[in-house]
């Protein structure tokens, strides 16, 4: 597959928007992953079909012109559904674009469809999903990750060069290296959330899926930048973002020690050796870095985000929208549970009702309170990490994808995300790239984070690590 930035040049330079667009629509009909949810046709070929007036009239659609891209279920369109992967919001339109999708839109992209994900973007393997679960193109027995598995699968599947997704705890950098793609988390405040449905709204962050570093910083040079909807998106004006390799020679990389310990799989313990030898060899400096609160980021994650999830999502009570259960003669107390009992698969109801019980009387200052205490210590850790070190460097998750319903257990699910979370409780970027395979040749990713707002350096450090992978012939993106 083509990356964006070959289709955008090609569209560009009179290559045919119409044929790319009819290429991707022809894909997602024969693919079984399942990863899209319902495809525009129509309005994505007459939109392309504009987009080839325009070049031949001399104008420039965009640095993204005639490239196709896929939208997560949870990022409001105006054409088609925004169901969240949830019974609840099955049929919900959205009456407006999010501003992400406005822009790039503008910036000649061409919106394809939606794509699948975990219910409310709640969960690390997207089965939870409404329409049913996601199926890994690397190995079809497996789990693409989530919640932001459907944006994953599409990428690595090569139906779309480009797909969005949402981030709260690890749902772009998890799937990512589920599916062997590159998947950027910018720093909270950098991309509007204007249109995402909230799960977590001091945690969600929107960013996309690519196929290479270089792809993830022309999306991200389109989406980010000030937006008046969003007053916790930084006020500066969009600005283009271009990558350039940082040289690794005399690079401060930090290696976090608890993300080397047994709890990781042998194939992604190997793949860490290897890249500390890789990074050595081309003259980086390693610094073993102690982050001693990491390990509590997961329950200090899950006390947060579930608090803020059962505040936002208590607007679904089938009275006002979103499913409606059949009792006739029930009063609205009786008709607003029975409606949300049905509306809600299991795992929503589980974080709804955990999130509630933080913030009930007596449990607020022992749960919630004590974890924004706890949120703000991990981010002060973080920042003093960055005072020796430009970058840190860990795997991006402790095991390759597991298989469909190989984990049941909630807690053992949540620990998928024990690298990921801290990135979204200290509010900073991050970055998988795809880092060769194990055994079954399944994907490994390694993850990048940067200090706040350093969203451009962590990308030209990704493509600088991306090309040190290359030269050594490991293997990087997974090939559809």
């Not at 009819?22 to 990863?35: C, G, K, M, P």
């Not at 890789?278 to 980021?297: F, K, N, P, R």
Request: hydrophobic share 40%; aromatic share 6%; with cysteine.
């Amino acid at each position: 597959m083509k990356t964006a930035r070959d289709i955008a040049k090609h569209v560009n330079t009179g290559g045919s928007a119409v044929e790319i667009v009819q290429e991707a629509l022809d894909r997602i009909q024969a693919d079984t992953s399942n990863a899209f949810r319902e495809t525009f046709a129509e309005s994505a070929l007459t939109a392309a079909a504009d987009i080839d007036r325009r070049v031949a009239a001399g104008e420039s659609p965009g640095p993204l012109a005639g490239v196709p891209v896929a939208i997560k279920d949870n990022i409001c369109t105006t054409e088609g559904r925004t169901s969240c992967g949830s019974k609840m919001l099955e049929d919900y339109c959205s009456p407006f674009d999010a501003t992400v999708v406005t822009r790039l839109q503008g910036a000649g992209a061409v919106v394809v469809g939606k794509v699948n994900c975990d219910e409310f973007a709640m969960g690390s393997s997207t089965e939870t999903c409404h329409f049913g679960p996601v199926k890994n193109p690397a190995d079809p027995s497996r789990v693409p990750g989530g919640s932001s598995g459907g944006s994953a699968a599409a990428v690595a599947a090569g139906l779309v060069p480009v797909a969005l997704g949402s981030d709260t705890g690890g749902s772009i950098r998890q799937p990512a290296a589920f599916c062997g793609v590159t998947g950027f988390k910018p720093s909270y405040g950098q991309v509007s959330r204007w249109g995402l449905v909230a799960f977590a709204s001091s945690l969600d962050q929107i960013g996309p899926f690519t196929m290479d570093t270089a792809d993830a910083a022309l999306v991200f040079g389109v989406l980010r930048g000030g937006d008046p909807n969003d007053g916790t998106c930084d006020p500066a004006p969009a600005k283009p973002c271009q990558v350039e390799p940082t040289d690794l020679k005399g690079m401060k990389i930090g290696i976090p020690t608890q993300t080397a310990t047994d709890g990781n799989a042998e194939s992604v313990a190997t793949m860490l050796e290897q890249v500390r030898q890789h990074l050595t060899e081309a003259g980086a400096e390693l610094v073993d870095v102690d982050l001693s609160l990491l390990d509590q980021g997961i329950s200090t994650y899950y006390v947060i985000a579930t608090a803020e999830a059962s505040s936002n999502l208590a607007r679904f009570d089938g009275i006002r929208y979103g499913h409606r259960a059949e009792a006739p003669g029930a009063g609205p107390d009786e008709l607003m549970a029975l409606s949300r009992s049905e509306g809600f698969g299991a795992e929503v109801r589980r974080r709804i009702l955990l999130g509630t019980y933080v913030l009930s009387a007596g449990y607020y200052d022992a749960y919630y309170n004590r974890a924004l205490k706890i949120r703000r210590m991990i981010r002060d850790e973080y920042l003093k990490a960055f005072s020796s070190c430009d970058v840190l460097l860990s795997p991006t998750t402790p095991s390759p994808a597991f298989e469909l319903g190989g984990i049941t257990d909630p807690v053992e699910m949540y620990l998928c995300d024990r690298y990921t979370v801290g990135a979204n409780i200290a509010g900073i970027p991050g970055i998988s790239i795809p880092y060769g395979q194990d055994e079954q040749n399944l994907p490994l990713g390694l993850q990048l984070l940067a200090a706040p707002f350093a969203d451009e350096e962590l990308l030209n450090a990704a493509s600088a690590i991306e090309k040190m992978r290359d030269l050594a012939g490991i293997p990087g993106a997974m090939s559809p």
